[in-house]
């Protein structure tokens, strides 16, 4: 079966700018969350969904914000974009919770200038 | 605030070692712990633990609980070119009714030399 998809794999934009980044789940997986990971910091939750549902959230600010569809295609917005901002942003799917396991994306590599 | 950390952060052998990786998790509502490896950008799934003092094996791979301690840890033996990588142990937990969120450490990076 087909994995996670993450598009678009690199994305440059500069200091102001916003971004969407993609995620779609495996087939029958409900549960989609977001990751930031740095050198600095490692990997970091954002948020998750559930049946288009935010059912959690990290601690990062309101520039973060995300979606999820009826088919459970999910995606995250930033705004106003920082240097800061650059990192690789992973996306994990699951049925629901671990116990189903939670598959990783390749991930998107944003780079902010 | 749910907390992971990871030991050693980095770590350098020769083929046919043994080595331990280490992690300890301060968390509330502790539902499972999973280690990852992570090659190059997805983190690939290795175990996931729920309950103290039950081994898991594959291969050479193998990991342990220890939920009265709050820590794990993964062992690799004989180890070859192909491990090296970030090895990423990360808690699952509850934020109240059946929602979930993985904190994961800082990861420990191992690089197996021929």
């Known amino acids: 079966k087909a994995g996670v998809t993450q598009t678009p794999r690199y994305l440059i934009k500069t200091r102001g700018q916003q971004v969407t980044l993609s995620c779609s789940p495996i087939s029958g997986h409900r549960s989609v969350s977001w990751y930031q990971q740095t050198p600095g910091q490692g990997l970091q939750f954002l948020f998750e969904?559930?049946?288009?549902?935010?059912?959690n959230k990290g601690n990062f600010p309101g520039r973060f914000s995300g979606r999820q569809f009826s088919n459970s295609r999910s995606e995250m917005n930033v705004s106003t974009l920082e240097l800061g901002d650059s990192a690789l942003y992973l996306c994990a799917s699951s049925q629901n919770g671990a116990n189903y396991g939670y598959t990783f994306g390749s991930g998107t590599r944003l780079t902010v200038v | 605030e749910d907390k992971v950390v990871q030991s050693p952060l980095s770590l350098v052998v020769h083929e046919g070692d043994t080595v331990t990786l280490n992690c300890s998790y301060e968390?509330?509502?502790?539902?499972?712990l999973l280690w990852y490896k992570q090659e190059k950008k997805a983190p690939t799934f290795l175990f996931m633990l729920?309950?103290?003092?039950i081994e898991k094996k594959s291969g050479r791979l193998s990991s342990i609980l220890d939920k009265k301690e709050l820590f794990s840890i993964l062992n690799i033996t004989a180890t070859q070119t192909g491990d090296s990588a970030v090895y990423l142990c990360a808690v699952e937990a509850t934020g109240g009714g059946s929602n979930y969120k993985l904190t994961f450490g800082k990861g420990t990076l191992l690089t197996v030399n021929p």
């Open positions: 969904y559930f049946s288009e549902t935010q059912r």
């Open positions: 968390v509330t509502n502790f539902r499972s």
């Open positions: 729920t309950s103290s003092g």
